[in-house]
């Protein structure tokens, strides 16, 4: 019997990878068009989280560290996973001061959005966090992080000349910027937040 899903059949499929982070399934399927083939999908067994947290003089912190699937080095805002039925701010506060030291009183949450959505169904969520204070970095034992505090408008330089590639950090930077032009980011962080871009 073929399951539907949307213009999908699927005649079978069997998980062929399994851990505590994501699960990978073959499936043997009917094409939209009606032909047989073949798809894999990858399912994310948490929420991938992002927050772009900004001080009161517009400087932001970025996270640099070697990322073992792309084989590159990457600079990003600070990122992690949190339990998809969790309160996803609790995670990505967890994760801020994990990477960065940081804590920050206010969050605003800038976006959702779907990653790789043609092969997985990992959800992300990005937040912008302001009204900082500074504490101890804790990354884990798996992690060789190396964070830079720097101006916005530097930041927005770096993505221009395609020295940041990571989707969630291009995504939260073109949300502030996005609130600047609407004139509503000063609203959040200030009225001198205008001159920070």
Same mark, same amino acid.
């Given at each position: 019997?073929?399951?539907?899903?949307?213009?999908?059949?699927?005649?079978?499929?069997? =998980?062929?990878?399994?851990?505590?982070?994501?699960?990978?399934?073959?499936?043997?399927?009917?094409?939209?068009?009606?032909?047989?083939?073949?798809?894999?999908?990858?399912? *994310?067994?948490?929420?991938?989280?992002?927050?772009?947290?900004?001080?009161?003089?517009?400087?932001?912190?970025?996270?640099?560290? *070697? &990322?073992?699937?792309?084989?590159? *080095?990457?600079?990003?805002?600070?990122?992690?996973?949190?339990?998809?039925?969790?309160?996803?701010?609790?995670?990505?506060? &967890?994760?801020?001061?994990?990477?960065?030291?940081? &804590? #920050?009183?206010?969050?605003?949450?800038?976006?959702?959005?779907?990653?790789?959505?043609?092969?997985?169904?990992? &959800?992300?969520?990005?937040?912008? #966090?302001?009204? +900082?204070?500074?504490? =101890? #970095?804790?990354?884990?034992?798996?992690?060789?992080?190396?964070?830079?505090?720097?101006?916005?408008?530097?930041?927005?330089?770096?993505?221009?000349?395609?020295?940041?590639?990571? #989707?969630?950090? +291009?995504? /939260? +930077?073109? /949300?502030? =910027?996005?609130?600047?032009?609407?004139?509503?980011? $000063?609203? +959040?962080? $200030?009225?001198?937040?205008?001159?920070?871009?």
């Amino acid at each position: 019997m073929i399951e539907r899903r949307g213009p999908w059949g699927i005649a079978s499929k069997r =998980e062929i990878y399994d851990n505590r982070w994501i699960r990978v399934t073959h499936h043997e399927v009917v094409t939209p068009s009606g032909t047989s083939g073949i798809y894999g999908t990858v399912h *994310y067994k948490n929420l991938a989280l992002g927050v772009l947290p900004i001080d009161r003089e517009g400087n932001t912190y970025l996270v640099g560290q *070697y &990322r073992f699937a792309l084989q590159e *080095y990457s600079w990003e805002i600070p990122e992690g996973g949190g339990a998809l039925e969790g309160d996803p701010l609790q995670s990505i506060a &967890r994760e801020l001061r994990e990477e960065t030291g940081l &804590r #920050a009183e206010c969050w605003h949450k800038l976006l959702e959005c779907d990653l790789s959505n043609s092969v997985s169904d990992e &959800r992300a969520m990005v937040f912008l #966090a302001w009204d +900082l204070s500074q504490g =101890e #970095a804790m990354p884990e034992p798996t992690e060789e992080l190396v964070v830079r505090k720097m101006p916005l408008k530097q930041v927005f330089q770096m993505a221009d000349a395609g020295e940041i590639r990571d #989707a969630m950090s +291009l995504l /939260a +930077l073109q /949300a502030v =910027e996005r609130l600047l032009l609407k004139g509503k980011l $000063g609203g +959040l962080l $200030g009225a001198e937040a205008s001159g920070w871009i």
